[in-house]
């Protein structure tokens, strides 16, 4: 006897622990603001009523790491930012991810010089990489749906 017979038509809905996790974490994210550059507008034009990131659950952007657990880098980091940058990935709770918006954050973009880091992965680990420059904020929406297919699919093992 299955629980088909068992419940009859109650409606019962089954999941696994880790899918309820990761739907909760997933729609539950808070993002800290890290804009540095030009990229930051965009993010800021994404989150506005236009674009609205609200319908993913990130009502507001936090200026405290210790309330957020996406850091989403918009912008070129320059060698003097970066311990900065770490401090403040340090800080956050885990789980935490990143998202690095812009090709200054990923890759130095046109700045190829000694005073600024060449991709914000010298600092700390990213999960998501938004190209352009600066990337409108459809772009970062479609890295923030890129992140949510990846923590769907975590294990919670990981956090142990």
Request: with cysteine; charged share 20%; hydrophobic share 45%.
């Amino acid at each position: 006897m299955g629980i088909e017979q068992k419940a009859g038509n109650l409606g019962v809905v089954t999941f696994q622990l880790e899918q309820v996790v990761n739907w909760a974490r997933t729609n539950s994210m808070w993002p800290m603001l890290f804009g540095l550059a030009c990229c930051a507008i965009e993010m800021m034009g994404a989150q506005a009523s236009h674009y609205d990131m609200s319908r993913f659950g990130m009502e507001l952007m936090r200026a405290s790491p210790r309330q957020s657990d996406l850091m989403i880098v918009a912008g070129r980091v320059s060698r003097k930012m970066a311990p900065v940058l770490r401090r403040l990935y340090d800080q956050m709770p885990d789980p935490k991810w990143v998202v690095s918006m812009g090709d200054c954050a990923s890759c130095g973009g046109i700045f190829n010089n000694y005073a600024i880091v060449q991709g914000v992965d010298e600092v700390v680990p990213v999960d998501v990489y938004v190209a352009g420059c600066p990337p409108r904020p459809e772009a970062l929406i479609h890295g923030i749906i890129t992140l949510h297919e990846k923590v769907k699919t975590e294990k919670l093992n990981r956090w142990a």
